[in-house]
């Protein structure tokens, strides 16, 4: 009886070992890929706040330029025309601007992630030395990080102030378009542009502080070029250089008549 107990035992035994062995290798597997890719995520929000900046800062300047299209005194065109041309750009500069500030909710989001799972980790190393490598590119990384999300906040505040801006002058001439209105606009046109410069500046800052990051974070072959990170905003991409057409050389017959 003990004996067919044992029997039968055995391949319920075998089977629980083998679904334990897969259930850890399978753990393993899922805690490297959730590691490399929340780092790759953070990367990724990282290269579209690269890429909205950008877009954030052709915006504004579209909208100040329609502004100043519209008060210019050479200006000759349909003022319900011009009006409106103003409050489409007016309206892609504050959309954009929302682009800009959900970039940053999930890229707060993955990097406390990303940065709490790394700090846990270094309590695994059995080797000092490798262990106060990692926590110096761990310090390095954040630090990377952090100017990263100081150049958002900023460069968020200077547009949402911008496009508050331009959106009340697109009002006030809305309701009273003539010579004495369009002439108040026009002489508060440069503190508008000057405005759009500091905020120009800030988004510069930010775009360079996120191409830091990639470039000191991106693991080995997978830095992403201009081209592919303007794709992803779905900007068109940057037409490849044409090869001059090849001169054939004149045949013997044409040279000797």
Known sequence: MQTRLLLLSLPTFAALVATSACASFSALGRSQKDGLGQVDELLAHVERLHVESAVSKDRAQGAVEALRRLVAPEFKGD?????????????????????????????????????????????????????????????????RYDAVLAASVAAQLAYDAFNGDVSDHALFLEHDFNSASVALVAQELEGLRTRGKELARRLDACAAACAAYVEFSAPRAQVAPNGEAAARAGAPPKPEPRKKPEVPAPSSESSGG
Do not use: Y
Request: with cysteine.
């Open 79 to 143: 003022p319900v025309s011009g009006h409106a041309e103003l409050m489409a750009a007016v309206e892609q500069s504050e959309e954009q601007a929302q682009a800009l500030r959900g970039c940053v909710k999930p890229l707060r989001r993955t990097a406390e992630s990303v940065f709490e799972r790394w700090t846990g980790d270094l309590e695994s190393f059995g080797n000092l030395a490798v262990r106060q490598r990692s926590q110096e590119r761990l310090e390095e990384t954040r630090k």
